[in-house]
């Protein structure tokens, strides 16, 4: 039976949809130019990819095998339509920002690939935990991209903040040099592309270090046990 804890890490670490799965990478490196823009649409994602993952394990019983697909990607377009109507009432500006990559959120593989791999085979809570970590893995990732990207690239943070939190949040952009010439590679889809390959890196690292620590480990578990 899969534990809560194994999906939340999983979904945050072990099968993280941007830095292991390598999934839903042209919305992630083409929007990622700022704090924001990764952050908007890491949220829409996650609302996707919960909200199909609880629809498609409700219904998993009921539709059979040879129309599953269709049915799944029926689903995730609805809701991928009701994402993009809510952000175009009451987020127009930020909405007009994140353009075709809202409605290009029905082409993520990793959503369909959730809601077959996972939700199709699991209870609705399981499901609903592992589109949450799903979710705000991809999102998590989107937000470290778009913050490095936009302090090297432009100089400041959380710039646009109005387009999600309103006028009142103009003030939030932090400015950490008032005569920063910019770096443009940063900003350009090089730029994401080699953020993301050195955060994939990192990634790598850690899990190799964490697996040696693990495997030196054994040995004085062994001896102690024999003690």
Request: charged fraction near 10%; aromatic fraction near 8%.
């Amino acid at each position: 039976m899969t534990s809560t804890s194994q999906i939340l890490k999983d979904g945050f670490w072990n099968n993280n949809t941007a830095l292991v799965q390598l999934l839903g990478l042209c919305p992630l490196l083409a929007v990622t130019s700022t704090f924001i823009n990764g952050l908007g649409l890491g949220i829409a994602t996650t609302m996707v990819i919960i909200g199909s993952n609880v629809l498609v394990s409700l219904i998993r019983n009921l539709v059979s095998r040879e129309i599953r697909i269709p049915v799944f990607v029926l689903i995730i377009a609805s809701l991928v339509t009701a994402v993009e109507m809510s952000l175009n009432a009451w987020f127009h500006p930020l909405y007009k920002t994140l353009g075709i990559f809202i409605p290009l959120i029905v082409t993520n593989c990793a959503i369909i690939g959730r809601a077959e791999a996972f939700a199709s085979k699991h209870h609705v809570w399981h499901s609903f935990i592992d589109g949450l970590a799903m979710g705000l893995g991809f999102t998590i990732i989107l937000i470290i991209l778009g913050t490095l990207r936009e302090i090297i690239g432009m100089g400041t943070l959380f710039a646009n903040a109005h387009l999600m939190f309103g006028e009142t949040a103009r003030n939030l952009t932090i400015s950490f040099s008032d005569d920063y010439p910019g770096f443009l590679l940063a900003v350009l889809p090089p730029g994401a592309f080699i953020g993301l390959g050195l955060l994939i890196a990192l990634k790598n690292v850690i899990g190799r270090r964490q697996a040696q620590a693990v495997k030196n480990d054994v040995p004085v578990m062994v001896e102690t046990s024999k003690a």
